[in-house]
């Protein structure tokens, strides 16, 4: 592989954008692919295009025949990021987790006690209202979004914003009680049935978690069965 | 940062300090394969590795192809699965199968 496409694709996708590296495993030839644009001795036809449109659009990386031979399309896709409401004990150990699972990790807490750089040494922080900050953040459907605070002044705005976008998961720590009185607010203001079951509450997996980490796992472990949830599928039925 | 970010930059690091790289990456899956299809293991002149394409059955192996495409410059394309010649050696012991790229890194 050329490290220069390495590089290129590496730094479209942590800018927003989408790319991919198309190489023959029989020549070695290779192609990056951003866009229209397009750099490399490895010829493409209109069908491996439309195989590595494809690949990008369902983040698959795949290996296609072609005439002259396979074609491995890798696809480099914007990082999964993981935007957490809340600068509270449990965001600690769930930044650095859900960091090792590859997440671009933002908290947000707008008291600046809390969200601090102490706190949280070299984690991405805003000290933002969460509506505000999500405007900004524009979370997406590789998006996960966990509110940690059970303060409604806080986590209400951010549920809010959370429900308006394409995020695929949504999670808010509270207890039952808790969550049923969240969830009647959030009805009030207008958000259907289908709406607030998009909302993991209480967060996590019920796995007895009591110490800060172990709710941080279950977190965690939730966030990956929502975002694999199509490969828990496929072994169900197979 | 994910793991492809951080052994592309472990390459970059080794490429720096005048290394020669070669990056190998599951390519293909069959069955129940330990890591999916985009994995990669870098590995340096010398022998030192990161990342990896199977749950550490065919590592050596692919190490040891790896310092040849280093050496020779050639791409490789690997199979390896239970039905491989080289079961006793390298065989998965899960059953499923995958195709390994091997390639220098220019």
Not at chain 1, 47 to 55: Q, V
Not at chain 1, 136 to 163: F, G, W, Y
Request: proline share 4%.
């Amino acid at each position: 592989m050329k490290l220069d496409f390495a590089r290129a694709a590496l730094a479209a996708a942590a800018a927003g954008r989408s790319a991919a590296i198309a190489t023959n495993l029989r020549s070695g030839l290779q192609t990056l692919v951003e866009g229209s644009d397009r750099t490399g001795d490895l010829a493409l036809d209109q069908a491996c295009l439309a195989a590595i449109e494809a690949a990008v659009r369902d983040d698959r990386s795949t290996t296609i025949d072609t005439a002259e031979g396979p074609v491995f399309i890798e696809v480099f896709n914007p990082s999964l990021r993981c935007l957490v409401v809340g600068a509270v004990h449990i965001a600690q150990p769930l930044a650095q987790m859900a960091a090792l699972a590859g997440y671009a990790v933002t908290i947000i807490d707008p008291r600046s006690a809390f969200a601090s750089e102490a706190r949280f040494p070299g984690v991405s922080l805003s000290t933002e209202w969460p509506d505000d900050a999500f405007a900004v953040l524009r979370p997406d459907r590789r998006t996960a979004i966990v509110t940690l605070t059970h303060d409604p002044k806080i986590d209400d705005p951010a549920l809010t914003a959370a429900l308006r976008s394409d995020a695929f998961y949504i999670g808010a720590l509270g207890s039952k009680k808790t969550h049923a009185a969240r969830c009647r607010r959030l009805a009030e203001a207008g958000f259907g049935e289908r709406d607030l079951a998009r909302i993991h509450g209480p967060v996590g997996l019920d796995i007895g978690a009591l110490s800060p980490a172990e709710i941080a796992v279950s977190i965690l472990a939730q966030i990956t069965a929502t975002l694999r949830a199509d490969r828990v599928k496929a072994r169900a039925a197979a | 940062m994910d793991d492809r970010q951080q052994i592309v930059k472990q390459v970059e690091d080794w490429r720096a300090a005048g290394k020669g790289v070669a990056l190998a990456t599951v390519v293909t899956t069959w069955g129940s394969s330990p890591r999916p299809v985009g994995s990669k293991l870098a590995v340096a002149e010398g022998g030192a590795f990161v990342g990896s394409v199977s749950g550490g059955c065919i590592e050596g192996a692919v190490v040891q192809e790896a310092l040849d495409a280093i050496r020779d410059g050639k791409p490789r394309l690997l199979d390896f699965g239970v039905t491989n010649e080289q079961a006793w050696e390298v065989g998965l012991a899960c059953g499923g199968k995958v195709q390994v790229y091997v390639e220098r890194v220019e």
